[in-house]
């Protein structure tokens, strides 16, 4: 761990979440943090956990799942900086103020902008089901080979679409009803070990599959119905303004 290290992406990420209201970062104390010791504002607010009860109202629930979608989706296209430990224990959620806390930066990692234009292209094929696009995102990315066979070609797509089912489905996507994680774990272990497909993913992939299949459990584990679709579209432009705040 180094606290000097993480300390800074505290600091930079409060700048670049301070446009929205219903995030909250605590401030860094410097005089008291050292890389073995971190101090910063003490914060009230209930654990994440919490919201998952069943007699918290669903609205309540679905706004919270949103905003930590939505977070996800601004760090890797308009930050291009991550913090890739979705656990319950990294939020608080403040019920007075309705704001949500973040609270743990160790595990953040910054993207290059080539590595965010490449996902920034497979996320638009894939919103647009257009699978011929994907296919080219999914070489351009490392995900498939440029010369791999049609039949690979096809299951790597496959594979694709169905993990990103909620970019592609039409409304408030239901996280805690959907069977996708069982439905890729059977897809994934039949194309990879009894046909074998697929590949291991690109290296430098590692962080943000670890972000977006954590969040999705997250969401689940909350029991948030999200359209995501309809959140990510403006992430997409062409020309989306880079968030360089702190940096």
């Given at each position: 761990a180094d606290y000097v290290a993480e300390g800074r992406f505290l600091e930079r990420?409060?700048?670049?979440?301070?446009?929205?209201?219903?995030?909250?970062?605590?401030?860094?104390?410097?005089d008291c943090t050292t890389p073995r010791v971190m101090a910063m504002d003490?914060?009230?607010?209930?654990?994440?956990?919490?919201?998952?009860?069943?007699?918290?109202?669903q609205k309540q629930r679905d706004k919270l799942g949103a905003a930590l979608e939505h977070l996800?989706?601004?760090?890797?296209?308009?930050?291009?900086?991550m913090q890739t430990d979705p656990n319950f224990a990294n939020y608080l959620f403040q019920p007075d103020s309705g704001r949500l806390?973040?609270?743990?930066?160790?595990?953040?990692?910054?993207?290059?902008?080539?590595?965010?234009?490449?996902?920034?292209?497979?996320?638009?094929?894939?919103?647009?089901?257009?699978r011929t696009?994907?296919?080219?995102?999914?070489?351009?990315?490392?995900?498939?080979?440029?010369?791999?066979?049609?039949?690979?070609r096809e299951a790597v797509v496959d594979v694709i679409q169905l993990v990103c089912e909620p970019l592609q489905h039409r409304g408030r996507y239901d996280f805690a009803a959907s069977t996708l994680p069982a439905r890729a774990r059977e897809l994934g272990y039949d194309l990879a070990f009894r046909k074998g497909l697929l590949k291991s993913p690109p290296p430098e992939t590692m962080f943000l599959h670890r972000k977006l299949g954590g969040m999705f459990l997250l969401l689940a584990r909350l029991g948030a119905q999200v359209d995501v679709r309809k959140l990510i579209q403006?992430?997409?432009?062409?020309?989306?303004?880079?968030?360089?705040?702190?940096s």
């Open positions: 990420y409060a700048a670049l979440v301070a446009d929205d209201p219903d995030l909250l970062v605590p401030r860094v104390h410097w003490f914060v009230a607010g209930v654990p994440l956990e919490e919201m998952a009860r069943g007699d918290v109202p996800t989706f601004r760090e890797l296209f308009e930050f291009h900086v806390v973040l609270l743990d930066f160790g595990a953040t990692q910054e993207f290059a902008v080539d590595f965010v234009e490449r996902f920034r292209r497979i996320t638009r094929a894939i919103v647009a089901r257009d696009a994907i296919a080219e995102q999914a070489v351009a990315i490392g995900y498939l080979a440029a010369d791999a066979p049609p039949q690979q403006p992430l997409l432009a062409e020309e989306l303004p880079r968030a360089d705040a702190g």
